[in-house]
């Protein structure tokens, strides 16, 4: 039985990655050894769509509300790329990963899978 999804960040600054989710996403972690951090990410859903070229993989990040979100991430020393956008699947801005270059952030308005996971 599959319990969870791991998700791994590949990083140029490791160090600083890890104090950005510690520290300003606030994520739970365990240290698995020596100041490797696991964080707890919550909720997930994934999806699966036609590749353009060579396959890839993304990791999004989703809130409920972006501006919202984006002013608590930003007064805890978060940065972004750009600025909000409408997409047809939602409300979304680029979060700076310090080290890790971005990741998504966006509000859905696509119906939620992760809900489905807690019943």
């Given amino acids: 039985m599959i319990t969870a999804v791991h ?5 140029e600054d490791s ?8 520290d300003v996403l606030r994520w739970p972690n365990v240290d698995a050894h020596e100041g490797w951090l696991i964080f707890g990410t919550g909720p997930s859903e994934l999806g699966v769509h036609p590749a353009e070229g060579a396959p890839r993989h993304e990791i999004s990040l989703m809130c409920d509300d972006l501006e919202q979100t984006v002013a608590e991430l930003g ?4 940065q972004f790329s750009g600025e909000i956008a409408d ?3 939602g409300r979304c801005i680029d979060l700076l ?3 890790a270059g971005t990741m998504l952030l ?3 308005r696509h119906p939620l899978a ?3 996971s807690e019943t």
């Fill in 7 to 11: 998700t791994l960040v590949y990083a």
């Fill in 15 to 22: 160090e600083a990655a890890r104090a950005f989710f510690r």
């Fill in 75 to 78: 007064a805890r020393g978060a």
């Fill in 87 to 89: 997409r047809s699947f």
């Fill in 97 to 99: 990963i310090p080290g």
């Fill in 106 to 108: 966006y509000q859905a």
């Fill in 114 to 116: 992760y809900p489905l």
